[in-house]
């Protein structure tokens, strides 16, 4: 199930675009911030869209936060080489 490059709907609003799944979270792009989901609140996966129920938005915007930190991270060359680059 394809859950990136979506747009994120709570309460029928848009409320960003999907764009990774991290800590069995979905990471959306909220305006400028970034926000982690849990997948356990996502309650759709439509062609162009995924619906989700209420969470936690102070702990999202943590997990969103973690997440920058994480992919912020610089790839040593062992990494590289594990993945052909």
Same mark, same amino acid.
């Given at each position: 199930?394809?859950?990136?490059?979506?747009? &994120? %709907?709570?309460? !029928?609003?848009?409320?960003?675009?999907?764009? *990774?799944?991290? #800590?069995? $979270?979905?990471?959306?792009?909220?305006?400028?911030?970034?926000?982690?989901?849990?997948?356990?609140? &996502? %309650?759709?996966? !439509?062609?162009?869209?995924?619906?989700?129920? *209420?969470?936690? #938005?102070? $702990?999202?915007?943590?997990?969103?936060k973690r997440w920058?930190?994480?992919?912020?991270?610089?790839?040593?060359?062992?990494?590289?080489?594990?993945?052909?680059?």
């Open positions: 199930m394809e859950m990136i490059c979506k747009f &994120v %709907v709570k309460d !029928g609003r848009v409320i960003g675009e999907s764009i *990774d799944v991290f #800590e069995n $979270t979905l990471i959306v792009k909220s305006g400028s911030d970034f926000i982690g989901i849990p997948l356990e609140n &996502v %309650v759709e996966v !439509g062609k162009e869209k995924i619906t989700v129920k *209420d969470f936690d #938005e102070k $702990t999202a915007k943590e997990v969103g920058i930190v994480e992919k912020s991270k610089p790839v040593s060359l062992e990494e590289l080489e594990k993945i052909g680059l």
